[in-house]
């Protein structure tokens, strides 16, 4: 049954992938993109990892589509037409980098081996004094708060540094008629005009 | 939005729902699914819709741009914060056993307090992300 339900998400996924590919419609393929988050989640959940579908759920298919949605009101809502120009260079290094990933699958581990390097690590451990040492019901936030702190802290730095790009590019509003130059200090911050 | 009333009445539903599930995520992440960077997303989607359907100029008067921004910066500074704090208290950085007396206590309080930390700068991010794009009225042009 889980297995019928993997490959259905999985067919849905591939199919929402063909349509970035053929739709010229900006506005459909965000909608596509936030399907296929939202498609990403679910089989997350089957695979019991509701941390990680939650932020995908939260992040993939809620806040990113919203984002490309106004992204699309500052550029335009179609796609410049396909290139007439031969593809076959682009198409050949598409090809031969998928046919090696997809050898390079048969090597991964079985789903849920219990033999798998990852669960020979680390992880092993975690399970088994997350409770004495962190005293935290949830290990996934064990994990990601105590044991691995700094990797976390560096995940809210480039969130941070992402807003502050964001800041930098298109914080300040720009008037016709103006150059930036005279703007700093002539009160132009797009944060102050309401 | 004036007249469409649908799309007045419903968020003053959902925004309050939105945030409480938010809250509840931020603080509930210990016990169930879910900590700081999803409650952060989830607390910047009742401010995305209130703009969505108001207009950035009203979600910036409901969440002023300057609050925002300090929030960016204090969710980081509270998380590296926490970590000096261990380090002044005699352990590493990020090591919450110091916090309190009773380590597995300290990491209670660690795990709240940089959590909190980590909601507060998803949140602002988010927010600061959708505003800074909506707020444009007119379409970027190529330079």
């Known amino acids: 049954m889980i297995d019928l339900i993997d490959m259905v998400l999985l067919l849905i996924m591939i199919a929402v992938a063909l349509g970035f590919v053929f739709i010229r419609n900006l506005f459909a393929i965000v909608m596509l993109s936030g399907i296929f988050s939202l498609t990403a989640a679910t089989l997350y959940v089957v695979m019991d990892a509701v941390d990680v579908a939650f932020t995908e759920a939260a992040v993939g298919a809620g806040i990113a589509t919203v984002l490309g949605i106004v992204a699309l009101s500052l550029t335009g809502k179609t796609d410049e037409a396909p290139s007439t120009r031969s593809n076959i260079g682009p198409f050949l290094v598409t090809m031969l980098t998928g046919t090696i990933l997809i050898n390079a699958t048969f090597d991964m581990p079985n789903y849920g081996d219990p033999e798998a390097p990852i669960h020979q690590h680390v992880a092993p451990r975690y399970i088994q004094q997350s409770g004495d040492e962190i005293g935290v019901p949830n290990i996934v936030t064990s994990v990601l708060a105590s044991y691995r702190g700094y990797d976390t802290l560096g995940e809210v730095v480039v969130v941070f540094t992402a807003a502050c790009g964001v800041l930098a590019l298109l914080g300040r509003r720009r008037r016709p008629g103006r150059r930036p130059k005279e703007k700093i200090g002539a009160g132009a911050d797009a944060e102050t005009r309401q | ?143």
Request: charge should be neutral; avoid cysteine.
């Open chain 2, 1 to 143: 939005m004036i007249g469409k009333s649908i799309l007045r009445v419903t968020p003053k539903v959902l925004i309050p729902a939105i945030m409480l599930f938010g809250l509840y995520v931020q603080f509930h992440g210990d016990y169930g699914p879910g900590g700081g960077f999803q409650a952060g997303v989830i607390f910047a989607a009742a401010v995305i819709v209130y703009g969505l359907l108001f207009g950035t100029h009203k979600a910036r008067r409901v969440i002023p741009p300057g609050i925002v921004r300090f929030f960016l910066a204090f969710g980081v500074l509270l998380y590296a914060g926490t970590g000096v704090a261990g380090m002044l208290l005699g352990g590493n950085f990020l090591d919450y056993d110091v916090l309190a007396h009773d380590p597995v206590h300290g990491q209670h309080i660690g795990i709240l307090v940089i959590e909190f930390g980590v909601g507060a700068t998803v949140a602002a991010a988010m927010i600061t992300i959708f505003l800074t794009f909506a707020g444009h009225d007119r379409p970027l042009e190529d330079k």
